[in-house]
């Protein structure tokens, strides 16, 4: 496998790591605590395919030796060299073990319960998911509530997995048990952190 | 080690970059659920344990460069300690530092909540000693841990009844502990139960970070924080019969002043800052002499600075 | 008028010129320099290092100048300048059966192979205050015996081992953990707790080493055997395929051999209790040993009743920084919560002198005042 990667790996980290992680820390910060919230996280890195911009950036800035990372997709050598490369992060088949998980487009949600979702005296030892979608603006409308919501919020993206509401919904009712997703789509993202309630219109 | 060369070097805002991450990954699941103490590998930072190295180290995780940052300790910009916190961040960060509480994006805090409501995209780090609001019931971490797992909160209103059986009040002023989104009690750091209701569904995010017990916790905006109570007996906060007496706010927590040996004592604002504005504005309290002799107290407030 | 008394810039400033004042002392007098701390106080200077978990003698030195002489001040510079360092490598464990001994005694021996080894010991000096010590006269060197090429001294555990009569140590390629990167999660492994002790303030391990003494929470222990000296550190260079030195420190090791202990299909054996110590530091790996010893209790199912024995309580208090910062944080002004419980204090009284007043009339709550 090593041999086939290329120099891509080498090149595309921060080219200022303090400031570039912090960045983009804050931004998935602000993420998680506006469910809903489209955010950009600006182009920071240059994570090779298939990897979206925004996932490669929230990896950077979050991963490292201590936090496993799982790939759904089959081809993804690339991205994991350049991953490591960068953060010194494992890759993990093992989904229950993973810290983050990189998800493929429409991914099947029924594997979803395979990764962590923490236990009842630690809840955060759960995996945090990164999903690819088509669009962030275009889908069908979804409407938020929970914490980080004032009221409700409306999301719209396009080419979500099938029964994906249903997923989350499952997801919900775990609390405080659960998996964290991200929707990535280019440089931006969405969190929809397992506190927050999905309704179809 | 020899001569200068081997002199410590530090990074932006203190802390390496492989705690900052570790630290970062404990805030984002601490938001994901609001009121769990997240635990996090604290580290020894330059200033002692109990003088704010939670608050210090969950401030130095998230501060940017373009961050504003203020911080309070009782309420105040300029306690010796708030100095000193807010001299720290000058120095390892070279970040802004304020004392308006408007112009802040980061405020760091000891026992108080600021009186102006906080606006979204601000965030409030408080500093905290015991994270856990069970610890002085069942003082095992093993114990507490489980109890929170099954949500088991009996002892704790047990505690508080026992309160009113024996004072007829709630014997709890501060540290007052509160329920988050119905599921996690949560100690919402030593602010006195006046500042509780600032807490629910702030627009404000709020991390808590505890270094000596190496906890995490958070509030994303708009959540819900209700603070423990009976039906019989409602929550309520502390009600000042005196003004400020130097800015005459009502409805604000108050210090009290004791000005002499023989009983005589005055109130002014915990808030250094909502009191200082509210001068500005032009309002007087009654321990301001109505002489530029006032001017001279207001200025040498700020001059301490 | 008015006029808060508070402090501010100008007062933090003044009183770190004035403690640094302080610290110089009398300036006809000349200033300590590190070789003296090092080289005259370094029995502090290996204090400060075990407890700051980092051995490096100037920097530790440096650190009890600075600290006047405070111990405990010192240890928390030596940390906090310890947590901001990279971590290159982990060693190889270090090997005190090759140690080069400057120490060495068994309680449990008479002799053994290798000998007793006083070395610099205050064990048999009569403590009077020593009139030379007012001057710098002239010290003999000590006597320095010639290393044998065959120099062989076993660890005494060993040679019980040898007979079956003890435990055997516990070999692990497993990475130890680390308190200092990991949050502590209850009950935890043997390796975190010894790293805790040996990071542990002397004083308050002392006291927990001699209550178990005293019956609370009893090992009946001998000492095995106490080392001091130096050991190499090495690591293991992947690139090279084998281990290369990269230093050596001084270190004391001992082994408190404790209570036998037996079960269904094992002959009865002595049990142990490890200390290892940075640095000439003999009373603190003694008490680290039988605090370890204690904290074993479930592995022996003794009952856990004694302090020494309660690993939550000991690990949650035995860090004099982490101690020393929460008790002295109470003179950090506290005044709004005070305001809050007097506030509460009156309202009792006022409760009490209404219900004197009018039996009839419930206690006002709260809310109506």
Redesign the interface.
């Known amino acids: 496998m090593t041999a086939q990667v290329s120099t891509q790996i080498y090149e595309g980290g921060f080219s200022d790591?303090?400031?570039g992680?912090?960045?983009v820390?804050?931004a998935?910060?602000d993420a998680?605590?506006?469910p809903g919230r489209v955010i950009d996280l600006g182009q920071l890195t240059q994570a090779p395919a298939p990897l979206e911009p925004a996932a490669g950036a929230v990896l950077a800035?979050?991963?490292?030796y201590?936090?496993p990372l799982c790939f759904e997709a089959q081809n993804n050598a690339d991205a994991a060299a350049w991953l490591t490369f960068h953060t010194g992060a494992p890759v993990t088949a093992d989904r229950a073990n993973a810290?983050f998980a990189v998800l493929v487009s429409r991914s099947a949600v029924g594997t979803w319960s395979d990764f962590a979702i923490g236990?009842?005296?630690?809840?955060?030892r759960?995996t945090?998911l990164l999903l690819p979608v088509e669009d962030l603006r275009s889908g069908k409308r979804l409407t938020l509530n929970g914490?980080?919501?004032?009221h409700a919020a409306d999301i719209a993206p396009a080419g979500l997995p099938e029964g994906f509401a249903s997923a989350m919904g499952e997801n919900a009712k775990l609390?405080?048990l659960g998996f964290?997703l991200l929707l990535v789509c280019g440089s931006e993202l969405i969190a929809l952190?397992?506190?927050t309630r999905i309704m179809e219109n | 080690m020899t001569g200068t060369d081997a002199l410590p070097a530090y990074?932006?805002a203190y802390l390496d970059?492989?705690t900052?991450?570790?630290i970062?990954?404990?805030?984002?699941?601490?938001?994901?659920?609001?009121g769990?103490q997240?635990?996090f590998a604290s580290r020894e930072m330059p200033m002692p344990y109990g003088w704010g190295t939670g608050g210090v180290q969950v401030t130095a995780?998230?501060?940017?460069?373009d961050d504003v940052l203020k911080v309070i300790d009782q309420g105040a910009d300029d306690t010796t300690n708030a100095v000193s916190i807010r001299a720290f961040f000058a120095k390892v960060a070279d970040v802004a530092t304020t004392t308006k509480t408007t112009e802040a994006t980061i405020i760091q805090t000891r026992h108080r909540i600021p009186e102006t409501p906080l606006e979204a995209g601000q965030i409030l780090v408080y500093q905290v000693p015991i994270p856990e609001p069970l610890r002085f019931l069942e003082p095992r971490e093993t114990e507490t841990?489980?109890m929170?797992?099954?949500e088991e909160y009996g002892l704790m209103h047990v505690k508080l009844y026992e309160d009113i059986a024996q004072h007829g009040h709630i014997a709890t002023t501060y540290a007052y502990p509160v329920k988050v989104?119905d599921?996690?009690v949560m100690d919402p750091s030593p602010v006195p139960k006046f500042d509780n209701p600032k807490m629910h569904?702030s627009?404000a995010?709020q991390l808590f970070g505890a270094g000596r017990e190496k906890r995490i916790y958070a509030?994303?905006?708009?959540?819900?924080v209700v603070s423990l109570d009976f039906e019989d007996h409602p929550f309520a906060i502390q009600r000042f019969e005196a003004h400020c007496a130097l800015c005459d706010a009502r409805n604000v927590y108050l210090d009290e002043v004791v000005t002499d040996d023989r009983g005589g004592r005055m109130f002014v604002c915990s808030d250094t800052d909502h009191c200082e504005t509210r001068r500005t504005e032009g309002h007087r309290g009654t321990g301001l002499p109505q002489t530029e002799g006032g001017e001279t107290a207001s200025t040498s407030r700020e001059a301490a600075e | 008028m008015y006029v808060a008394v508070k402090g501010g810039e100008a007062a933090i400033n003044n009183a770190h010129r004035l403690m640094a004042d302080r610290r110089r002392g009398d300036r006809n007098v000349p200033g300590l320099t590190i070789e003296q701390i090092a080289g005259q106080l370094a029995l502090a200077v290996d204090r400060v290092m075990a407890e700051g978990s980092l051995y490096d003698p100037d920097l530790a030195a440096m650190a009890v100048r600075q600290a006047r002489g405070d111990l405990i001040e010192a240890i928390f510079l030596l940390r906090a300048y310890r947590t901001t360092l990279p971590r290159f490598n982990n060693s190889t464990p270090i090997d005190t059966a090759t140690m080069r001994i400057e120490r060495r005694v068994s309680a449990t021996y008479k002799d053994i192979p290798g000998g007793q080894l006083l070395g610099p010991t205050f064990d048999y000096t009569h403590r009077l205050i020593d009139p030379a010590m007012t001057e710098d006269g002239p010290v003999e060197p000590g006597h320095r015996r010639p290393v044998e090429s065959d120099a062989c001294a076993p660890r005494v555990t060993d040679i019980l081992n040898g007979e079956g009569l003890i435990e055997p140590d516990v070999f692990s390629n497993a990475e130890p953990s680390d308190l200092t990167r990991e949050p502590t999660?209850y009950p935890v492994d043997r390796d975190l707790r010894l790293q805790a002790l040996a990071r542990g303030d002397e004083g308050f391990l002392l006291a927990l080493g001699y209550s178990t003494q005293r019956g609370y929470g009893r090992t009946h222990p001998f000492v095995g055997e106490i080392r001091i000296g130096m050991v190499d550190v090495e690591i293991d260079m992947p690139e090279l395929g084998f281990a290369v030195t990269v230093g050596s420190v001084r270190v004391t090791e001992c082994q408190m051999v404790s209570q036998f202990k037996g079960s269904a299909g094992v002959k009865p054996r002595f049990t142990r209790g490890y200390g290892l110590v940075f640095g000439h530091s003999e009373r603190k790996a003694m008490a680290m040993s039988l605090v370890d010893r204690a904290l074993r209790a479930d592995e022996f199912d003794e009952q856990r009743l004694a302090p020494a024995q309660d690993e939550e309580f000991v690990l949650e208090h035995c860090d004099n920084v982490q101690s020393t910062g929460f008790v002295e944080h109470l003179k950090l002004p506290h005044y709004v919560d005070f305001q809050a419980e007097l506030d509460l204090l009156r309202q009792l009284h006022e409760d009490t002198t209404t219900a004197t007043i009018d039996d009839d009339q419930a206690p006002l709550s709260e809310a109506a005042q």
């Open positions: 790591p303090v400031f992680s912090q960045t820390f804050r998935v910060m998680m605590a506006n800035a979050l991963a490292d201590d936090t810290a236990t009842s005296s630690f809840p955060d759960s945090t914490p980080g919501i004032e609390f405080p964290d952190p397992r506190t | 990074n932006f970059e492989q900052k991450r570790m970062r990954r404990a805030i984002l699941k601490a938001i994901a659920i609001p769990y997240v635990p995780s998230v501060l940017g460069p841990r489980v929170h797992g099954l989104e599921r996690y569904c627009p995010l509030l994303p905006p708009f959540t819900d | 999660e």
